[in-house]
């Protein structure tokens, strides 16, 4: 009972500090050009919150204009879900409408939930219990943000525009640990920031992720780390 009490704790304080990232959305999507209606069922629907601020701030920037790059970046940063899928499968076990319901909450905080756990039961709890509750918690300040979008005015003045920003720097950060992943980002924002006076919005980061997945896939500096860290087991032992 102990470990369940320890595992809802840890879920449930997820699920709660995440939800209050719905309200910069929300506010930020309809300064972006979406009504409250259209926010709120971006939410519902996609729930997957990068993919969320990278949609809104490809169309804010550019308009009805950049809608195909919009699509494009928001499909791009939601690719990591299927990954995640995969390695929530054998947690989450069988069932067509378990598995239905649980793609829909796989997310960042819900798998990282579910597989910290020593035990399936303990995953299981997890996963469920972060999952359905940030889709609950952040659909709910969603339509909080969207209504306040209208009568705080600008977004930037109170802060809200270096939300998305900052959630993904706190993403980004823990796993900057080995050369390729750091050189993955310096040359990703690089690229991106080079392109961005010369190519319509969205498309400088359309094309900065390419060239990390052109890395990423032939592991140029991933081999480096690999050797390494190997060179470092063996100088311990």
């Not at 054998?90 to 649980?102: D, E, L, N, V």
């Not at 889709?135 to 705080?152: C, M, P, S």
């Not at 977004?155 to 998305?164: S, Y």
């Not at 959630?167 to 390729?180: D, E, H, N, S, T």
Request: aromatic residues 8%; positive net charge.
């Amino acid at each position: 009972m102990t470990e369940r009490r320890e595992v809802l704790r840890e879920a449930v304080g997820v699920a709660v500090a995440t939800s209050a990232y719905g309200i910069s959305f929300g506010a930020l999507a309809v300064a972006s050009g979406l009504d409250v209606w259209q926010t709120c069922v971006l939410s519902l629907l996609m729930f997957t919150g990068g993919s969320q601020f990278a949609f809104i701030g490809v169309l804010g920037a550019g308009g009805v204009a950049a809608l195909p790059s919009a699509i494009a970046s928001a499909v791009l940063l939601g690719v990591r879900n299927v990954a995640y899928g995969m390695r929530m499968s054998p947690i989450i076990g069988s069932g067509f409408w378990r598995r239905t319901a649980a793609a829909h909450v796989t997310i960042d905080e819900s798998t990282a939930v579910a597989i910290s756990q020593p035990s399936r039961p303990l995953g299981q709890l997890g996963f469920w219990v972060t999952g359905v509750g940030v889709f609950i918690g952040w659909n709910i300040t969603t339509l909080v943000g969207a209504l306040l979008g209208d009568v705080l005015g600008a977004p930037k003045d109170w802060g809200l525009d270096a939300a998305a920003a900052a959630a993904f720097l706190a993403l980004l950060w823990p796993r900057l640990k080995q050369r390729q992943a750091i050189a993955v980002g310096v040359a990703a924002a690089v690229i991106a920031a080079s392109l961005t006076p010369f190519l319509m919005p969205g498309l400088p980061v359309l094309v900065a992720a390419v060239v990390a997945i052109v890395v990423g896939w032939f592991n140029w500096l991933g081999r480096d780390d690999a050797r390494g860290a190997a060179a470092s087991k063996e100088a311990i032992a």
